[in-house]
């Protein structure tokens, strides 16, 4: 069984979805935090695979991913002002609600792809709240993406709404190098389905 339910994002505009697998007594929680143009969703089958383990788990939809999107955003993915902050707030505030759940449970986070660097992010804002953390497809970031940085960042404000193609292959050509066959983004899966 799945619960879904709604959250108030930490942007005060964005509903955030939110869905929780509930288990019979479990031993522990486990916070899923999905990585870039991904959903919660997408994690039903593993969510359950934990519950059969006796875990009880917790995720939401990142702001402009999955449900949680808003109508007006110009883009999928578009975090908003202060994007990254309140992403990191936002995770804080589904774990609150967790904790709250389960309070005398041990509590573990799991963060995939852009998941793990914002979960890097929210243990630097709340250290010392989880028994235990997963990286998952974590890497670092590219040397030319972190020397262009204060470039980027002045490129972002004077097009705040609009895609950056050549931000993105600054991000992404590397991992697509090996892969020119087909799509961008075929460096994200094998999977063909």
């Known amino acids: ?24 007594s479990p031993k522990a929680v486990v916070q899923l935090i999905h990585g870039m143009a991904e959903h919660i969703q997408r994690y039903d ?13 917790i995720g939401h939809d990142h702001l402009g991913h999955g449900e949680s999107v808003q109508p007006s955003a110009p883009i999928y993915g578009f975090f908003g002002e ?11 505030q589904v774990k609150q609600w967790a904790v709250n759940r389960y309070p005398q449970l041990p509590y573990f986070m799991m963060g995939h792809s852009m998941g793990s660097f914002a979960l890097r992010n929210y243990l630097q804002d709340y250290p010392v709240t989880v028994q235990g953390v997963i990286f998952m497809g974590t890497g670092t970031s590219p040397l030319p993406l972190t020397a ?6 002045k490129m972002a404000e004077k097009q705040p709404k609009k895609p950056a193609p050549f931000i993105d292959k600054l991000a992404f050509g590397s991992f697509s190098k090996k892969f020119p066959e087909a799509s961008f983004f075929n460096w994200l899966s094998k999977n063909q389905a």
């Open 148 to 153: 262009a940085l204060p470039f980027i960042k």
């Open 82 to 92: 202060q994007g990254p902050e309140n992403v990191v707030t936002d995770i804080h």
């Open 45 to 57: 089958e593993f969510a359950r695979f934990l519950n059969q383990l006796g875990f009880a788990v």
């Open 1 to 24: 069984m799945t619960e879904q339910f709604i959250l108030t994002s930490n942007d005060q505009q964005t509903q955030l979805n939110v869905r929780h697998w509930p288990c019979p």
